[in-house]
Antibody, heavy 124, light 109 residues
């Protein structure tokens, strides 16, 4: 079955750019026409949706993060990625990638498959 | 967009039922039937328990049920079991965005 795995640096300096990649296995990022999302969870706090990408490259971002977020997809590597610029300590969190069950023809808006998450700490 | 409002905690004894509320606005919960619920055990990724207000993914026990009235959605866990002790989050489509709830810690007494 489809599995997701996040990867990237666990420590990022303030003002720099956080970069993470989600590798999709057991399926294709471009099959099924699903939406692929990034979600984060600060330590001891709740979940926050960051944004999603469709395999065609169309994206949508959380308005509160929109100015700093870029999500991209590489269908040849079966991966999608997150870049978050100008990070501060408030961006310290576990970052999850997830598959949204929504397709172009069938709206569901629910995350059925999640990666295990990767902790990113922003500190000098 | 503001987070959906959930009670911080809820509890019940084994075999009892517990209901968690998730309050939003007409721009999210009240405006669409795209409310989902997630269970998260400590140190683990969230797990989808309910989608489209009341539908259960394959493998989720029918002890878990969802409903919605106006701007408030609810998750009910019937016949509480020890393994149901976890954090629960609601989520709603909010017009091209998705928003999560504040989270509820369910304790099995």
């Amino acid at each position: 079955q489809v599995q997701l795995q996040e990867s990237g640096p666990g420590l990022v300096k303030p003002s720099e750019t956080l970069s993470l990649t989600c590798t999709v296995s057991g399926g294709s990022v471009s099959s099924g026409s699903y939406y692929w999302s990034w979600i984060r969870q600060p330590p001891g706090k709740g979940l926050e949706w960051i944004g999603y990408i469709y395999y065609s490259g169309s994206t949508n971002y959380n308005p509160s993060l929109k100015s700093r977020v870029t999500i991209s997809v590489d269908t040849s590597k079966n991966q999608f990625s997150l870049k978050l610029s100008s990070v501060t300590a408030a961006d310290t969190a576990v970052y999850y990638c997830a598959r949204d069950m929504t397709t172009v023809t069938n709206w569901v808006w629910a995350f059925d498959i999640w990666g295990q998450g990767t902790m990113v700490t922003v500190s000098s | 967009q503001s987070a959906l409002t959930q009670p911080p905690s809820a509890s019940g004894s084994p075999g009892q039922s517990v209901t968690i509320s998730c309050t939003g606005t007409s721009s999210d919960v009240g405006g669409y039937n795209y409310v989902s619920w997630y269970q998260q055990h400590p140190g683990k990724a969230p797990k989808l328990m309910i989608y489209e207000v009341s539908k259960r993914p394959s493998g989720v026990p029918d002890r878990f049920s969802g409903s919605k009235s106006g701007n408030t959605a609810s998750l009910t866990v019937s016949g509480l079991q020890a393994e149901d002790e976890a954090d629960y989050y609601c989520s709603s489509y909010a017009g091209s965005n998705e928003v999560f709830g504040t989270g509820t810690k369910v304790t099995v007494l």
